[in-house]
């Protein structure tokens, strides 16, 4: 049972931590694990709920589960899933537990208890942080944490939330080793398809992540559980901006340690409000599907591909993954979607030489398959891009620029792998364009819709997509001259609005700028080093 500030009385620690070999951030589970896993309906937790929920430091038995469903006010349970910090005995948590209470009509939400800041509050915590190893230690949590979670059956985009106790705030070299451990947490969860949650007290914990929501590199929690004994049954609190974790990211656990009865059953539960829901899907750019969006780009001196992949904040640099070579003959790469609706995104490119467009299909283990050509009659087209089901029919599509006439056309994704005959939807004046992106529905209107880089000012346009057409631009931005390769990378972020990247020219960094349906905002940097990267696709 979690506890808060300024008093810590966690039961008696047990340690659970759980065996997972991990090579590459691969996981592996035991034999006994993937039988579970493969006996288990994957089930996503804790989904839509907002309501009253309770945690206990044991999982109450069927039995006493389905007295409290019928008379208690609680909808949502906490489980302690894992970590080695783990207090009390878990004999009812089983794969089949889960499957039962799920089908009752329980929210669960997982709970994690792995290692404790090294100036903990909580004595009874015997496993603690390593200030010098904390993100090392964060990943490794983060990576048992989901062998727990498949082995219950708990899916990915289940939202799993570490338990950080109460720990003192005079001590600089811990806070920072509980940031760097929870960054870590967040961004190995989020590589392997679930959701992160924290839990803390108001004045230590939550304090930290409040004061470090924005701060460049930190991987945030998705969610978060705060703490605060007032038996106040609310979501505000005046330590929380309105801002943050907001909509549906918030859980408080107003009341702790106490007994309660319904149905003739007694638990000694903590109490909380709940309003989660699952965040936003990345849509246009989740390469590695793990739920994320991701970018790709070739490197101009070898001609090599790689996806770089993301996990809300920054594109993964260290796991980066090779997924082509011999690129250096193409002079338009462009991500299109899913063409031939198989799930998995794909690519086209044009070869320079004879101007000839390939299709390069996308496979599950995120390369590209054997190429089909689409098109001889691309070698006076520019600005090729990829802009989404424009018309509605199902199949990704392009745009493209034509150079003698300067007239930009549809090219509409056809059923067979293939395009269509192209339609004219703007005449003249598009040699002045010098971007072009496909941006996703970024107004939030139903129709994708284009971002557009004009002139030497660089002024960028939104061109709102209507069936098949694009409607009268708005310009959201200026000063993008000194910006290349924009790309829409969908919801990068996942707060529910498409965003935009682009490199710097000087000094060749990365940037996010994310949407609020009516414009951008100021550009956060994801990585380094794209100087020698391009095209981004």
Not at 117 to 132: G, P, Q, V
Not at 176 to 198: C, I, N, P, Q, R
Not at 338 to 359: E, I, K, P
Request: net charge positive; with cysteine; aromatic share 10%.
């Amino acid at each position: 049972m979690r506890t808060t500030a300024p008093v810590h009385r966690k039961r008696v620690v047990r340690a659970a931590f759980g065996v997972a070999v991990v090579l590459l951030s691969t996981l592996t589970l035991t034999q006994a694990d993937a039988t579970m896993t493969a006996g288990a309906a994957a089930t996503v937790q804790p989904g839509t709920f907002k309501g009253k929920a309770f945690d206990a430091c044991t999982a109450p038995s069927s039995a006493s589960m389905a007295a409290w469903r019928k008379a208690s006010p609680y909808r949502g349970i906490g489980i302690y899933i894992g970590g080695n910090n783990r207090g009390c005995t878990q004999k009812n948590l089983t794969a089949g537990w889960v499957r039962t209470q799920v089908a009752a009509g329980w929210h669960l939400i997982p709970l994690y208890v792995g290692p404790q800041a090294s100036c903990t509050i909580a004595t009874k915590k015997k496993n603690l942080i390593s200030n010098t190893r904390a993100a090392a230690q964060g990943a490794t949590a983060a990576q048992d944490a989901v062998v727990q979670a498949r082995a219950l059956g708990l899916a990915a985009q289940s939202v799993l939330i570490y338990d950080m106790e109460a720990y003192r705030t005079n001590d600089a070299a811990c806070r920072k080793g509980v940031l760097a451990f929870m960054s870590a947490w967040t961004a190995e969860l989020h590589d392997l398809g679930y959701l992160s949650g924290f839990y803390s007290s108001m004045g230590s914990g939550v304090a930290d992540q409040v004061a470090n929501y924005a701060t460049r590199g930190y991987v945030r929690p998705d969610y978060l559980d705060f703490a605060r004994w007032d038996k106040v049954a609310t979501l505000t609190d005046a330590g929380l901006p309105a801002t943050h974790w907001s909509p549906h990211r918030r859980m408080k656990q107003y009341q702790g340690d106490h007994k309660e009865t319904w149905g003739g059953v007694t638990i000694n539960i903590d109490s909380n409000l709940v309003d989660f829901a699952p965040l936003p899907a990345a849509k246009l750019a989740d390469h590695n599907r793990n739920g994320w969006s991701d970018v790709l780009a070739r490197t101009s001196s070898t001609g090599n591909l790689f996806l770089y992949p993301g996990n809300g904040t920054y594109a993964d640099e260290k796991n980066r993954k090779k997924i082509g070579s011999g690129w250096k003959s193409m002079n338009a790469i462009v991500r299109i979607g899913d063409l031939n609706r198989d799930g998995y995104s794909d690519v086209v490119a044009r070869v320079a030489a004879n101007g000839y467009l390939y299709f390069y299909p996308g496979r599950s283990n995120g390369t590209l398959g054997t190429r089909k050509l689409l098109s001889k009659s691309f070698k006076k087209m520019r600005e090729i891009t990829a802009i989404g089901d424009l018309n509605k029919d199902g199949y990704p599509d392009l745009l493209a620029a034509q150079t003698s006439n300067h007239n930009l056309y549809l090219y509409p994704g056809a059923k067979g792998t293939k395009l269509a005959t192209r339609k004219l939807i703007a005449a003249g004046g598009w040699d002045q364009r010098n971007e072009l992106t496909g941006a996703g529905d970024f107004n939030r209107d139903g129709h994708p819709d284009l971002l557009v880089r004009q002139g030497k000012a660089g002024q960028l346009w939104l061109y709102p997509g209507r069936k098949g057409a694009l409607a009268a631009r708005k310009q959201i931005g200026t000063g993008w001259n000194n910006k290349r390769d924009l790309l829409g990378v969908g919801d990068f972020d996942r707060d529910g609005y498409p965003d935009l990247a682009a490199v710097l020219t000087t000094p060749g960094s990365l940037m996010l700028y994310r949407g609020t349906g009516s414009g951008l905002r100021p550009g956060l940097r994801l990585a380094t080093g794209y100087k020698g990267r391009s095209p981004l696709f």
